[in-house]
């Protein structure tokens, strides 16, 4: 097999042989096509008369032969090639491959080379008689192979499967493809390499779009995960096994107007499985933007997590039921809201039956998001309230200490304490007025 080694870059030499070029004409030492530069393709011009004896280009003549004697012995041979080979490799910027080429043109190896110049790694790759690649291996510098591709075509030439094998065990496939007419990955399996058992599996479609995915046990080759997607490639199932049945974690619904989801959530270890135990719901953008959390005993909705457009989460609000002979009912719920620095803003627990606050307090912060003053509500039953209704506490941002405390009846400002402290922290006075 004859074969041509040449780079994806154009190097252009002609000023480094310039100096040498011949009184008898005008073509420079290693210019043997005639070009003007010195490149890849005057090796192969070179290459082509050294093989057949022949070169129907513009090698003729004083100035031709000497422009192919590379190395200047006076003979023009595979030493002048070999020369221009080194010279020309020591321009290559080899953070881009090297490719070798048969006599069809077809890629026989690709080399990537190291900072020094030396072979890192290749790839080589074999055909069959209609020039179609049967074989892709990737070796290390010393040609130990590290991974190999055998492919197989189909009656009408298309590629239908695709081998990979690993370097130690040869026998062991790691990984395999089926492909349609179409050139469609519809099936890819990964195997254990010690056992051959299937590990992973997907499913696509005549499109190319997803449509399931697996994961098997290697020892017992039972499922343990599964994916299901739609005809978009959108995911609306998903179990895992447990013990010796597979149960659904979540399922999910899409809406085409807006392109919101739905994911309703499953507990296989529940005493009722088939019960949501959560729903989430997603935008466009497939960013959350609520959560809910149900108890499948109770049948009631136990937490709510809200989040804006960018997935931070503005609030938090917990349920407290009571039973009666109905059922169980809503007594009261305990709500976080939250700031994009992901402090709270308020802090409230209010109480459904009697329709009014348990407890109120909320959070000021400056622009880097420390805290500058919390205001306390006076709640709950009047027989229990204190002479003020509004207790406001204010905090040096830069230590977190409590600057001072300010009370209030109404609108009425009726007492504020100042607090000083030493340089270890402690509170050295406490001013009331």
Request: glycine share 8%.
């Amino acid at each position: 097999m004859r074969k041509i080694r040449i780079t994806v870059l154009a190097l252009a030499l002609a000023a480094l042989f310039t100096a040498t070029a011949l009184a008898a004409g005008t073509q420079a030492v290693g210019d043997v096509n005639g070009s003007g530069d010195v490149d890849m393709t005057d090796m192969q011009c070179l290459y082509e008369l050294l093989s057949t004896g022949k070169y129907s280009g513009s090698l003729s003549g004083e100035a031709g032969r000497k422009a192919a004697d590379i190395n200047g012995d006076g003979t023009v041979d595979i030493l002048d090639y070999q020369r221009l080979y080194d010279i020309l490799r020591q321009q290559v910027d080899y953070s881009n491959p090297v490719y070798e080429y048969d006599e069809n043109g077809r890629i026989i190896k690709k080399y990537h080379y190291n900072d020094d110049g030396c072979i890192d790694r290749y790839w080589a790759y074999s055909y069959d008689a209609s020039s179609r690649m049967i074989e892709e291996r990737y070796c290390d510098a010393d040609g130990r192979i590290l991974s190999r591709c055998a492919i197989e075509y189909g009656e009408d030439g298309s590629q239908r499967k695709a081998y990979y094998q690993s370097v130690s065990i040869w026998e062991t496939i790691i990984c395999e493809e089926v492909y349609d007419g179409n050139g469609i990955r519809r099936e890819y399996t990964t195997f254990d390499v010690e056992t051959g058992s299937r590990t992973y599996g997907e499913t696509r479609d005549a499109n190319g779009v997803m449509r399931s995915a697996y994961k098997w046990d290697p020892q017992t080759e039972r499922t343990i995960y599964l994916r299901r997607y739609d005809e978009k490639g959108r995911i609306i199932y998903e179990s895992y096994d447990v013990g010796d049945q597979s149960e659904v974690i979540w399922k999910a619904v899409y809406d085409e107007t807006d392109g919101s989801q739905i994911r309703s959530y499953y507990d296989p270890y529940d005493s009722e499985p088939d019960k949501v135990t959560r729903v989430e719901i997603y935008d466009a953008n497939g960013t959350l933007r609520k959560s809910t959390l149900y108890d499948t005993r109770l049948d009631v909705v136990t937490c709510v997590s809200e989040y804006d457009d960018t997935g931070n989460k503005i609030r938090f609000t917990q349920n407290s039921y009571y039973q009666d002979t109905s059922g169980y009912i809503l007594e009261s719920y305990h709500m976080w809201e939250y700031d994009t620095f992901g402090n709270v803003l308020s802090d409230i627990i209010y109480d459904v039956v009697i329709e009014d606050y348990l407890s109120r307090t909320e959070y000021e912060y400056n622009d880097a998001g420390k805290l500058i003053c919390k205001i306390e509500y006076d709640c709950g039953p009047s027989e229990e309230a204190p002479p003020y209704t509004e207790t406001r506490t204010y905090y040096n941002p830069e230590t977190g200490r409590v600057c001072r405390v300010e009370l209030y009846d109404g609108q009425t400002l009726v007492a504020t304490t100042y607090y000083n402290y030493d340089e270890n922290g402690n509170v050295t006075s406490e001013t009331v007025y």
